[in-house]
């Protein structure tokens, strides 16, 4: 087993290196944005009229140009890329001229715009902010030098060079997103006093971006924004927490008015739930991502297009699919076949009439979603019942693997080795607690990074237990099993063996484990948290009842039919994993999508209608039945 180990061994460290790469990508795109949007804000303290008024500020927007571009050189090969470095050059060289104000903002904007298009990051925060907290938050680590009020004129501002801001400064605040107070929150900014708060959760972040993006705004003009939000559906209709998060509100201002927008603004900022109210932050996301990519697609940009379709579900749909497969499994297995196949029409190169057909039908897919993901659907009994089932679902697989594993060594009389196989499944719950803390305080998971996991998980697991399943069923028969006890059983059972057994055991209970929690911490933000209590500590009370039972019958079991039946259990499971993994990785886009019609989905068996899914099981069960069938034969010889 010490290829297994090692192989263990390297699925965790292409993870870890997958992960690094991807994380340090999006935070590249995301300095570069902040540094455009720091250039689109504050060139009007540095140029006027052509001339310097301030050689600190005009030097510092040289250099920001500068190192976006320098940032940008080093981002992955892309589509869009090389328009993007035009625009980058385009830009350093209106600073240079000293173009004016409007000229550069402009610029910065759209440089800005088009990078993320090319190069999609999250661009909103996945649950709803909280205000209060933002206010506690702005008072213990940002009143000191920004002041109670906000005028950046707290007892620690004085003889700080540049001064700190003022967020009560209502042009100033015109010009800023709360996206863009978010990315200064989370970096910071060089050669300031304006240190990064990237210790802090993302979700603090965000609820500190809004408290400080509503300090310009009267509280007086919240209440009567909340008069015109209530009394306009069209104004709710159109705006989502993804618009509310990056819209500047000058930008609103001239679709609106400068009142109007003021008046919003204020409300919405401090009230940013009344936005989720009407749209889910996700599907929002999803949605602008695929609008995204029939633009792409029309300019002829196929992998672009693939690329934001890719992102829709992954940064979009895929946060929210657990959750809705709880309020409503069949309009989530529509829509995501509905994405696959989107993702395989626009690999096809099909037309844009095909393209911008399956997009209308999603986007009404996503409207039935919201409704469903309504907070004021989510009852007691819901919540239960989905802690319940997949906590029962995800958990089964892994216990019926450990359970087989635990029993085989038992019926050895190696209990020697047993403690490996626990030290694997309490370390996978161990790992699991830490993912949970994770996801929830520290990092966002993104969806790439989760279906990208739990398709090699289940990969790694197949192929363990490939071998493990002919390998038993070649021992069913009792003389068999004797010979094999006599000769080869102190050599099977080595150190290095019980490792790898520790290996096997952690990866099949951490995929489970992996994919419970993500669910778990989605349904605890939807309310009725003694109901998800309740509906997990059920669903364990059963998967305990369920592996007595088990333990008890495995041990009365004759061996040749315990390893019988064990035999065929794993294969069983062996084709399932195949499956589930091969269509998490067509989800993260490292496999192709080709689809089959009219054919039947059964997750509970990993089944998927696809070429590649359908073919990679019926290619292990080949390979079972060939293993099985040569067993056979070694017997009647």
Same mark, same amino acid.
């Given at each position: 087993?010490?290829i297994?180990a090692?192989?263990f061994?390297?699925?965790?460290?292409?993870q870890?290196?997958?992960?690094v790469?991807?994380r340090a990508?999006t935070?590249?795109?995301?300095?570069i944005w902040?540094?455009?949007?720091?250039?689109?804000?504050?060139?009007r303290?540095a140029?006027?009229?052509?001339?310097?008024?301030?050689?600190d500020?005009y030097a510092e927007?040289?250099?920001?140009?500068?190192t976006?571009?320098?940032?940008l050189?080093?981002?992955?090969?892309s589509?869009?890329?090389?328009a993007l470095?035009?625009q980058?050059?385009?830009l350093?060289?209106?600073?240079?001229?000293?173009?004016?104000?409007?000229?550069v903002?402009?610029?910065?904007?759209?440089?800005?715009?088009?990078?993320?298009?090319?190069?999609?990051v999250?661009?909103?925060?996945?649950?709803?902010?909280?205000?209060?907290r933002?206010k506690?938050?702005?008072?213990?680590?940002?009143a000191?030098?920004?002041?109670?009020?906000?005028?950046?004129?707290?007892?620690?501002?004085?003889?700080l060079?540049?001064?700190?801001?003022?967020?009560?400064?209502?042009e100033?605040?015109?010009?800023?997103s709360i996206?863009?107070?978010y990315?200064?929150?989370?970096?910071?900014?060089?050669?300031?006093?304006?240190?990064?708060?990237?210790?802090?959760?993302s979700?603090d972040?965000?609820?500190?971006?809004f408290y400080?993006g509503?300090?310009?705004?009267?509280?007086?003009?919240?209440?009567?924004g909340e008069?015109?939000w209530?009394?306009?559906?069209?104004l709710?209709s159109?705006?989502?927490?993804?618009?509310?998060?990056?819209?500047?509100?000058?930008?609103?201002?001239?679709?609106?008015g400068?009142?109007?927008?003021?008046?919003l603004?204020?409300?919405?900022?401090?009230?940013?739930?009344?936005?989720?109210?009407?749209s889910?932050?996700s599907l929002?996301?999803?949605?602008?991502?695929?609008?995204?990519?029939?633009?792409?697609?029309?300019k002829?940009n196929r992998?672009?297009a693939?690329?934001?379709?890719?992102?829709?579900?992954?940064?979009?749909?895929?946060?929210?699919?657990k959750?809705?497969?709880v309020?409503?499994?069949a309009?989530m297995?529509?829509?995501?076949?509905?994405?696959g196949?989107l993702r395989s029409t626009?690999?096809?190169?099909?037309?844009?009439e095909?393209?911008?057909s399956?997009?209308?039908?999603?986007?009404?897919l996503?409207s039935?979603a919201?409704?469903?993901?309504?907070?004021?659907?989510?009852?007691?009994?819901?919540?239960?019942f989905?802690?319940?089932?997949v906590?029962l679902?995800e958990?089964?697989?892994a216990?019926?693997?450990?359970?087989?594993?635990?029993?085989l060594?038992?019926?050895?009389d190696?209990?020697?080795?047993?403690?490996?196989?626990h030290? !694997?499944w309490? *370390?996978?719950l161990a /790992? %699991? &607690?830490?993912t949970? @803390? $994770?996801?929830t305080?520290l =990092?966002a998971?993104?969806?790439?990074?989760?279906?990208?996991?739990?398709g090699l998980g289940s990969?790694?697991a197949a192929?363990?237990l490939?071998?493990?399943?002919?390998?038993?069923?070649?021992?069913s028969?009792?003389?068999?099993?004797?010979?094999?006890?006599?000769?080869k059983?102190?050599?099977?059972?080595?150190?290095q063996?019980?490792?790898g057994?520790?290996?096997?055991?952690?990866?099949?209970?951490?995929?489970?484990?992996?994919?419970?929690?993500?669910?778990y911490a989605?349904?605890?933000n939807? !309310?009725?948290? *003694?109901a998800?209590? /309740? %509906? &997990?500590?059920?669903? @364990? $009370?059963?998967?305990?009842? =369920?592996?007595?039972?088990?333990l008890?019958?495995g041990r009365?079991?004759?061996?040749?039919k315990?390893?019988?039946?064990s035999?065929a259990?794993?294969?069983?499971?062996?084709?399932v994993?195949?499956?589930k993994g091969?269509?998490?990785?067509?989800?993260a886009?490292?496999?192709?999508v080709?689809p089959v019609?009219?054919?039947i989905r059964?997750?509970?068996?990993?089944?998927?209608?696809?070429?590649?899914?359908?073919?990679?099981q019926?290619a292990t069960a080949?390979?079972?039945?060939?293993?099985?069938?040569?067993?056979?034969?070694?017997r009647? /010889?």
């Open positions: 087993m010490t297994r090692l192989a061994c390297f699925l965790l460290s292409l870890l290196i997958s992960g790469a991807v990508d935070d590249s795109v995301l300095t902040r540094l455009l949007d720091y250039v689109a804000v504050d060139y303290e140029v006027r009229d052509g001339e310097v008024i301030n050689a500020e927007m040289v250099e920001f140009a500068s976006a571009k320098g940032k050189d080093a981002l992955p090969s589509g869009e890329k090389g470095l035009k980058a050059a385009d350093q060289a209106a600073i240079e001229r000293k173009a004016a104000p409007e000229v903002a402009t610029l910065s904007r759209s440089f800005a715009a088009d990078l993320v298009k090319a190069y999609p999250p661009l909103a925060p996945t649950v709803v902010p909280e205000f209060q933002g506690a938050l702005y008072a213990e680590h940002c000191s030098c920004h002041g109670v009020s906000g005028n950046g004129k707290g007892p620690a501002s004085e003889g060079n540049p001064p700190p801001i003022a967020f009560t400064d209502k100033r605040a015109g010009e800023r996206f863009a107070l990315q200064v929150i989370g970096q910071g900014i060089d050669g300031t006093s304006m240190a990064s708060f990237a210790h802090l959760p979700q972040r965000w609820a500190l971006a400080v509503s300090l310009a705004y009267p509280t007086e003009d919240a209440a009567r008069q015109l209530k009394a306009d559906p069209g709710r159109r705006t989502t927490l993804a618009s509310l998060v990056g819209d500047r509100p000058v930008t609103l201002a001239a679709t609106l400068e009142d109007t927008a003021n008046r603004t204020a409300y919405l900022r401090r009230n940013p739930d009344a936005v989720v109210q009407t889910n932050a929002a996301l999803a949605r602008s991502r695929l609008s995204e990519a029939v633009l792409a697609y029309e002829g992998a672009a693939t690329d934001l379709a890719l992102s829709a579900y992954l940064d979009g749909f895929e946060p929210v699919e959750l809705l497969a309020h409503d499994g309009l297995r529509r829509i995501e076949a509905a994405m196949e626009l690999q096809r190169g099909e037309a844009v095909d393209i911008r399956q997009v209308r039908v999603l986007d009404g996503f039935d919201e409704a469903a993901l309504d907070p004021r659907q989510a009852t007691a009994a819901s919540s239960f989905g802690a319940f089932t906590l679902r958990a089964l697989e216990m019926l693997i450990v359970i087989v594993m635990l029993t060594l038992r019926k050895t190696r209990r020697d080795a047993e403690p490996y196989l030290f !694997g309490i *370390s996978a /790992a %699991g &607690a830490l949970w @803390v $994770a996801a305080y =990092i998971i993104s969806g790439a990074h989760r279906e990208v996991t739990e990969l790694f192929v363990i490939l071998w493990v399943g002919i390998w038993m069923h070649g021992k028969q009792a003389d068999t099993w004797q010979r094999y006890i006599r000769d059983l102190g050599h099977a059972l080595s150190r063996s019980a490792w057994l520790f290996g096997l055991t952690f990866i099949v209970v951490y995929r489970e484990v992996f994919e419970t929690i993500l669910f989605a349904i605890w939807g !309310g009725n948290s *003694s998800v209590i /309740a %509906g &997990a500590a059920a669903a @364990v $009370a059963v998967l305990i009842v =369920i592996a007595w039972a088990l008890r019958f009365t079991l004759p061996v040749g315990f390893f019988a039946y035999s259990l794993l294969a069983v499971l062996c084709v994993l195949v499956g091969v269509a998490a990785l067509q989800e886009g490292w496999l192709p080709t019609a009219a054919f059964l997750e509970v068996v990993g089944l998927y209608p696809t070429v590649q899914g359908i073919s990679a019926v080949a390979i079972l039945l060939i293993g099985f069938w040569r067993n056979e034969r070694r009647v /010889a």
